[in-house]
């Protein structure tokens, strides 16, 4: 502590743990999603100590919230590489690697055969409050690189890390309905409806034969119109703050991926015939709940009002990163994206779709606090660029990392399927036995996108490459 205002600090360096003992401790993985069993399969095949601390009570917690909706991408561009070879060796069975799995396929297929492998290094139920390092807090720096990462959890325990790999998602902080990205008035006393609800399953009753406002541009917003659409008595709406919807309907017939193309165009048609009213230039600014219903008001930058009174909403506008439990850590992050810094220009939605993204790895999650990685779509922030497989490189790239391998982990690729590769053939039938392939959450971009596979996110709707 310094003695006065104007002076530096006389630094005491504390040693809490002998160098040994902080070897020996676990490198914590934050999120049981697909990039954190991933990383977590990485770690297992380098030999690595490693603790896995999922905030659900079961892994694929996020997943399971959109169980209903079939990816895009087959299964052989949605199975991490090093999870891949510890499940054969265990003797499981890999799915059809041309089928289009759906959430819960991709739980009970996948995700949760390879959870049972780290069943002693997988913890459920255990939500992470704060990261910090063990007696240092952000301002402190002599020394700091030596002291272990403190993990504290909801449950008031504390434990200590070696490094921490933090998959923890974005899929519980959407962005808000409100325009200029402010909440709307009124919009926190509001029950909205989350992004992809189950409207032909589990939900169906809270929307047949009610009237029901989609706001966003997105997949996550397309899959729901389409699937409102199918109930006859319902009352559709769906308000863009685009001046059109040609983002959303995307490239049609010649969509890389057949069965995003084929959402497009059944949603323009769904929008030409008046099963489903479009409203433009919606900026939502306030709710009002009256009699059992909401009027959401629309004010647009020059001040122009429009309104809508409808009996459910449906916010499917996307998410953002929440740093919060590293407050206390130093993170250089993107003061546009809230990405790393180096990562956002390559991620950048101004510039570049999912299909442009190049491979990235650690060097380019790093921070100034050494031994902390944000993967998956958290790393890329308010980006809607972020595929699976590129979340499966990075942890790749982040656990050779931590393993020493300088060389492999510098060595960044990532193999993406071309163009054409997810055949119209494949995509028909399948949609002739199941029904149509929908995304995870993902905009439909107005040009067709040379690389294609799995991802989430994005800020008026969800990632573009679902």
């Known amino acids: ?151 504290r959890t909801e449950g008031g325990e504390e434990l200590q890390a070696k490094a921490v790999i933090d998959a923890s998602g974005t899929y519980l902080t959407p962005n808000v309905l409100g325009a200029s990205g402010l909440p709307a008035y009124g ?71 057949p069965a995003r193309g084929a959402i497009g165009t059944r949603l323009r048609a769904h929008v030409d ?51 919060s439990i590293a407050s206390e850590l130093r993170l250089d992050l993107d003061a546009i994206l809230g990405s790393p810094r180096v990562l956002a220009p390559l991620i950048d939605p101004n510039a570049h779709s999912c299909g442009t993204v190049p491979a990235h790895g650690v060097r380019e999650l790093s921070h100034s606090e050494s031994g902390y990685y944000a993967v998956g779509v958290k790393s890329y922030g308010r980006a809607p660029t972020f595929l699976m497989a590129t979340g499966y490189e990075q942890v790749r790239s982040v656990v050779a990392a931590l393993a020493g391998d300088w060389e492999a982990a510098h060595d960044v690729q990532l193999d993406l399927p071309e163009t054409g590769v997810c055949s119209s053939n494949l995509a028909e039938a399948q949609e002739q036995r199941v029904g149509l392939a929908t995304g995870i959450s993902g905009g439909l971009l107005a040009t067709p996108l040379p690389l294609v596979t799995v991802g989430g996110g994005d800020g008026e709707g969800g990632g573009c490459c679902g």
């Open 1 to 151: 502590m310094s003695d006065g205002c104007c002076g530096p600090a006389a630094i005491e360096i504390e040693q809490f743990l002998a160098p040994a003992q902080a070897d020996a401790l676990p490198i914590v993985v934050i999120g049981a999603g697909p990039v954190g069993l991933a990383a977590a399969a990485h770690l297992a095949e380098r030999g690595l100590n490693f603790l896995i601390l999922e905030a659900g009570q079961q892994v694929g917690a996020s997943v399971a919230q959109w169980s209903h909706v079939r990816v895009f991408s087959p299964w052989k561009y949605n199975i991490d590489a090093a999870a891949r070879r510890l499940l054969q060796a265990g003797g499981w069975t890999a799915p059809d690697a041309d089928w289009l799995p759906t959430g819960a396929e991709l739980i009970e297929d996948y995700l949760a055969p390879l959870a049972t492998l780290f069943s002693s290094r997988l913890r459920l139920g255990v939500r992470v409050s704060a990261i910090s390092r063990l007696g240092y807090d952000r301002v402190r720096t002599t020394g700091r690189e030596d002291a272990p990462f403190l993990i």
């Open 187 to 257: 919009e926190a006393d509001a029950a909205l409806d989350h992004a992809l609800p189950d409207v032909l399953g589990a939900d169906r009753d809270a929307y047949a034969g009610r009237h029901t406002l989609v706001v966003g541009a997105g997949h996550s917003a397309a899959t729901t119109l389409l699937a409102l659409a199918e109930l006859q008595d319902a009352q559709i709406t769906w308000a863009i703050r685009a001046t059109n919807a040609s983002r959303t309907y995307g490239g049609g017939e010649a969509d890389a991926l």
């Open 273 to 323: 015939s008046g099963r489903i009213t479009l409203v433009t230039g919606f900026h939502t600014h306030a709710l009002t709940l009256t009699d059992g219903q909401v009027t959401v008001l629309s004010r647009d930058p020059s001040g122009a009002e429009q309104s809508i009174t409808v009996d459910r909403i449906v916010a499917a506008t996307g998410y953002r990163p929440d740093h």
